[in-house]
C-alpha cells in the first residue's frame, strides 16, 4: 500500500531503497519553478509607484502631448518614499518609468520626452536613478514599468519603434543595479499625439513587438529578472484589478485568447488567468495588482478615498492567501511624496500583518518539517496531527506546498479535537506558495489535524502554521 492505514504516506514505498532521507530529494511532478520564480514567490508583497506627467494633469492615461515642464515635484524624496513603502510590509518596488503618454522618468538617449527637457533638478534629474539608489539601501528590490504603448513617439506603430522600445528597457537594464521584475503592460495602440500627427493608429499585439526577441533581450541583460504580462512568460496577470485572484488560483496555467485560441500580450481570457489551469503547460503564477486608491496616479479629490488598513489585510488574503502575490500601488502625490493618509493606511497594514504572524501556535507541535519556520525542509503524506503545548486561540491557518516539487494537491481540509471525535473547520482546494484559512471565529483547542484531500501525485508541503489574526 503506497498509504498506511492513517493515510501516511508509506515513505520507503514511494521513495524506494534510499528511504525517508530522499524526501528532500522530492521528484517534481508537472511544470515546475524556476529559480526566478521561487525567488519571486518568497516576495509576496510590493509595491508600485505610478508617478509621471499624469500626477501634475490630474489625468490616469496621457495623452503623449503633454509638456515635460508639467512634471516639477516640489520636495521629492525617494527615500522618505521607500520608508513608507517598507512600514506597509512591501519587499520591494517598482515604477512606471514610461507610461502610456511616453515621458521618461530617466535622462533617456531614445527621445526628448523625458526629465532632461524639465526644470526639475535644473534639467539634471533622474527619478529611476534615486528610486534604484533608495530601494537598495532600504533593502527593497528595485523593477520596472516601461509601457510599449507611446502615445508621444513619431515612430510608434512603424517597425523602428520596436527598436526606439529595445533601446529603453536596455537603458534600464543596464544602468540601474539588479532588476527584481520587468513589467509589460497590455494597452496596445490608439489615440495619441505621435510626434504631432494626433491619429489613431492599431498595431497587431501578436506580432508588432516581437516579444520573443525583447524577452530574449531581457533574459540576457538580467537573467535574474521575472518578467510580467498578461501571458507571462514568467508571471501572469490575475485578471482583474481588485487584487483578487480567485477562490481556486492554479499557479499553472495554459494561456488562451479572449475568444479562445493561443493568448496574445493584450489579449488573454481573463477568466483562466484568475483561475489558472489544474494541471497547465507552464508555471506563470499570478500577480494581483490593486491601487491604494480608485486611481492608478494621484488625485487630490480621492484623499478621503484611501483604503482601510483592514481593506488591504483582505486583498492580502485574497491575493497572497492564494497562491498569488499583492502589487499594491501606492502613487506619489505632487511634492514627489505619499500622502500622509496613504502613510497611515499603510501603517495600519503592517502592523497587522506583523502581529499576526509573529507567532505561529503550531510551532514544534507536529512534524518538523511543517512546523519549523522553513522552506527548505518539506514533509510527505495525507495527514498529520499536531498537538500543542497548550490550549491556544487561533482563526487564521497557513500551508505551503514545495513548489520545486510542482503543484501536486487538489484540496486539503483541517479538523481540531472536539471530545473524542474531530471536527472539520477549514477546506480549500488549491494550496501552491502559500493558502490561507481565515475562519469565521476563533476556535480554542489543542490538538489539530491536516488532511490532503485530493492529489494529483503524494503531495510534498512545507509547512502548516496557525495564527490569531489582529484586530
Request: aromatic share 10%; with cysteine.
Amino acid at each position: 500500500m503506497l498509504f498506511d492505514a492513517t493515510g501516511v504516506l508509506n515513505r520507503r514505498r514511494f521513495l524506494g531503497a534510499a528511504g525517508a532521507a530522499a524526501v528532500l530529494r522530492a521528484e517534481a511532478v508537472g511544470a515546475v519553478p524556476s529559480a526566478r520564480q521561487l525567488r519571486w514567490h518568497e516576495m509576496e508583497t510590493y509595491a508600485f509607484l505610478h508617478f509621471t506627467v499624469n500626477t501634475f494633469t490630474d489625468k490616469e492615461w496621457g495623452y503623449g502631448d503633454e509638456s515635460p515642464e508639467l512634471f516639477h515635484p516640489t520636495a521629492f524624496d525617494a527615500a522618505a518614499l521607500m520608508d513608507g513603502l517598507k512600514s506597509g510590509g512591501m519587499k520591494g518596488v517598482i515604477l512606471t518609468c514610461k507610461h502610456h503618454d511616453g515621458f521618461c522618468l530617466w535622462p533617456t538617449k531614445t527621445t526628448e520626452h523625458s526629465v532632461r527637457r524639465t526644470e526639475w533638478r535644473d534639467g539634471r534629474g533622474d527619478v529611476v536613478r534615486e528610486i534604484s539608489t533608495a530601494a537598495a539601501k532600504a533593502g527593497l528590490k528595485f523593477g520596472v514599468y516601461v509601457s510599449p504603448w507611446d502615445r508621444n513617439h513619431a515612430a510608434y506603430g512603424k517597425p523602428e519603434y520596436v527598436d526606439v522600445y529595445r533601446a529603453q528597457l536596455r537603458e534600464l537594464l543596464t544602468g540601474y543595479g539588479p532588476i527584481f521584475e520587468v513589467w509589460h503592460d497590455g494597452a496596445n495602440g490608439g489615440d495619441g499625439f505621435y510626434g504631432g500627427a494626433r491619429e489613431k493608429r492599431r498595431i497587431d499585439k501578436r506580432s508588432y513587438y516581437d516579444w520573443p526577441g525583447t524577452w530574449d533581450m531581457v533574459r540576457k541583460l538580467q537573467p535574474d529578472a521575472v518578467i510580467f504580462s498578461d501571458i507571462g512568460p514568467d508571471i501572469r496577470w490575475v485578471g482583474n484589478e481588485k487584487g483578487f485572484a480567485g477562490e481556486t488560483c492554479w499557479t499553472t496555467i495554459t494561456p488562451e485568447a479572449e475568444k479562445g485560441g493561443p493568448a496574445a500580450v493584450g489579449d488573454v481570457n481573463t477568466k483562466i488567468n484568475n483561475t489558472g489551469t489544474r494541471g497547465g503547460m507552464q508555471w506563470m503564477p499570478a500577480e494581483c495588482d490593486v491601487s491604494i486608491r480608485p486611481g492608478w496616479f494621484f488625485h487630490e479629490k480621492e484623499n478621503s478615498r484611501v483604503k482601510t488598513p483592514e481593506t488591504l489585510f483582505d486583498i492580502y488574503m485574497k491575493s497572497v492567501g492564494r497562491g498569488g502575490s499583492f502589487l499594491l500601488n501606492v502613487p506619489p502625490d505632487r511634492r514627489g511624496l505619499l500622502h500622509e493618509a496613504d502613510v497611515a493606511s499603510l501603517r495600519g497594514f503592517g502592523a497587522m500583518l506583523r502581529s499576526t504572524f509573529a507567532t505561529d501556535l503550531a510551532k514544534g507541535s507536529g512534524p518538523k518539517a511543517l512546523t519549523d519556520g522553513r522552506r527548505d525542509t518539506h514533509w510527505s503524506g495525507t495527514s498529520a496531527e499536531f498537538r500543542l503545548r497548550a490550549l491556544a486561540v487561533f482563526d487564521l491557518i497557513r500551508v505551503r506546498e514545495h513548489l520545486p516539487s510542482g503543484q501536486r494537491i487538489d484540496g486539503v481540509a483541517v479538523d481540531i479535537r472536539d471530545g473524542s471525535d474531530w471536527k472539520q473547520i477549514a477546506t480549500a482546494t488549491s494550496i501552491g506558495n502559500c493558502r490561507l484559512l481565515r475562519l469565521t471565529q476563533p476556535v480554542t483547542t489543542r490538538e489539530i489535524r491536516l488532511r490532503v484531500t485530493g492529489s494529483s501525485a503524494p503531495p510534498v508541503l512545507t509547512e502548516f502554521g496557525l495564527y490569531r489574526i489582529s484586530s
